[in-house]
């Protein structure tokens, strides 16, 4: 079995606990290792941070930004994360393990969800800019594009003629491709992105 296809089987469950037993039952050097990775973390760290990702599947990209900005105006409030910044960098501790909950199975749901909830009134709203036609991560554009297109389509800079021109090769390739010349000034950002968001559009409907 290929790596990736040991990563998609271990890390299918909605649960740390389910991941870390299949984890264990597959034995692997991988899950060896993966399994000692993850025992250096925080429980509650793990279980919060596997919840954001399901999450996320389902989500356009300004709620994802919400809900993290939610959960990390609270996480940083932990005794977790004082802790461990003070260990690791005061201290010198790289390998504080001393969380406040010890084990995946003593944190409940509720515990976690806590961290979900919205903000009190009394915090500021998250300002954030969604360029028009971006690129959310519940598309599948991540599977089908190289990960260096999705963030050149995503990075309002583009603008500038002199980074068009310094782009790497394979994503000045993909875009001729697509029949797009990306060093040509005149097409704007936002029209580069309407294009192949419409390209994109048209081949999922032909899929349908």
Request: net charge negative.
């Amino acid at each position: 079995m290929l790596p990736l296809q040991r990563i998609v089987n271990c890390f299918r469950f909605n649960t740390m606990e389910e991941i870390v037993a299949e984890l264990k039952k597959d034995g692997s050097w991988w899950a060896e290792e993966t399994l000692e990775a993850l025992s250096q973390k925080s429980p509650m760290s793990l279980k919060i941070t596997l919840k954001l990702l399901r999450e996320g599947l389902y989500s356009d990209i300004a709620s994802c930004y919400e809900r993290e900005y939610a959960v990390a105006a609270r996480r940083i409030q932990d005794d977790d994360f004082l802790n461990a910044v003070e260990a690791k960098l005061n201290k010198g501790n790289h390998e504080f393990n001393n969380w406040t909950h010890k084990t995946l199975e003593e944190i409940t749901d509720d515990m976690v969800n806590k961290y979900f909830e919205p903000l009190p009134g009394n915090y500021r709203p998250l300002k954030h800019t969604i360029p028009e036609n971006a690129f959310y991560p519940i598309k599948k554009y991540y599977k089908q594009w190289p990960i260096r297109v999705i963030h050149w389509l995503n990075e309002q800079s583009i603008d500038n003629a002199n980074i068009r021109a310094g782009q790497d090769f394979d994503v000045e390739t993909w875009f001729y491709k697509c029949g797009i010349d990306i060093k040509d000034a005149s097409i704007t950002l936002a029209e580069l992105r309407k294009k192949v968001y419409e390209k994109e559009e048209a081949e999922r409907k032909i899929e349908l």
